[in-house]
């Protein structure tokens, strides 16, 4: 993992309250459901206590991976400076191989949401963007080729 975790103050206050829900809420109700199929017998063939022993030990790897970003985060200061890209930005690119534009929002990496267009940092088209300016031409090294994008606007 990364030594250090950029979040915006809002990304942060959301993964303090999730890993707050983790920990106090959800850690219960799968304890409460692991006696529950405890209380059922025999453990070897007993589907309901593999299924909250696995749901466990996938809560606790969520905990463990949040407080570490919590610990080693990052917070990033929210910028109207719009000269060049930054965590926080908001792009609007030309992709020159498809002809056609797409808008990128630029975050850390546990504030991603690929279904509207918010990208890591850390990912090709988020680390090739960065600290470029508007009207600039990017190469993104991406695992199946390269290809270039220009910078059309900056918010």
Not at 14 to 28: G, H, I, N, S, W
Not at 98 to 103: G, I, L, P
């Amino acid at each position: 993992m990364a030594d250090q975790f950029y979040m915006t103050q809002k990304g942060y206050e959301e993964a303090v309250a999730r890993l707050d829900y983790l920990t106090k809420v959800k850690r219960k109700e799968i304890i409460d459901r692991i006696a529950e199929a405890r209380s059922h017998g025999d453990l070897s063939e007993n589907a309901e206590y593999d299924a909250a022993r696995n749901e466990q030990a996938a809560n606790e790897g969520e905990i463990a991976e949040l407080d570490y970003k919590i610990k080693n985060a990052v917070i990033i200061e929210e910028s109207d400076d719009n000269s060049a890209v930054h965590i926080g930005s908001r792009v609007t690119v030309y992709d020159e191989e498809f002809e056609e534009e797409a808008v990128y929002t630029i975050m850390g990496t546990t504030e991603v949401d690929p279904m509207n267009n918010v990208i890591s940092n850390e990912s090709p088209v988020g680390a090739a963007l960065l600290r470029h300016k508007k009207g600039e031409t990017v190469s993104v090294k991406a695992p199946d080729g390269e290809y270039r994008l220009k910078i059309l606007k900056i918010e």
